[in-house]
């Protein structure tokens, strides 16, 4: 059983920068692909990030070249940089893992979820 700690969320104004950042616990870091994905009011949870266990990376093409996602293996923590901030990003933030070393964009796939983290952008 993984257990996932998302943390790094707040309110910030449009065209600021934010980390999330995941703890996991309770499995083999090594052996998921973790990912970011994301739920704004009255809308289905989308991808918006991923990491595979070497590295390879996957964005959504909402967030590709503002986002950039990062693991840390020693702390079995994942990281989101979200620079650039828009409104439309306002949402709670997921972690998720998923078993094995193939990126997956869809929520059905993934294995493990955290609690979420509330990430609010004022314009």
């Known amino acids: 059983q993984v257990q996932l700690v998302e943390s790094g969320g707040g309110l910030v104004q449009a065209g600021d920068s934010l980390r999330l950042s995941c703890a996991a616990s309770?499995?083999?870091?090594?052996?998921?692909?973790m990912g970011w994905f994301r739920q704004a009011p009255g809308k289905e949870r989308e991808f918006v990030a991923a990491?595979?266990?070497?590295?390879?990376?996957y964005y959504a093409d909402s967030v590709k070249g503002r986002f950039t996602i990062s693991r840390e293996g020693a702390k079995k923590t994942v990281y989101v940089v979200m620079d650039n901030l828009k409104p439309e990003d306002t949402a709670v933030y997921y972690c998720?893992?998923?078993?094995?070393?193939?990126?997956?964009?869809?929520?059905?796939?993934?294995?493990?979820w955290g609690q979420g983290t509330q990430v609010t952008v004022s314009s």
């Open positions: 998720a893992a998923r078993k094995g070393s193939r990126i997956s964009t869809t929520v059905g796939n993934q294995d493990y």
């Open positions: 990491i595979s266990w070497s590295g390879g990376t």
């Open positions: 309770g499995g083999t870091f090594s052996s998921y692909t």
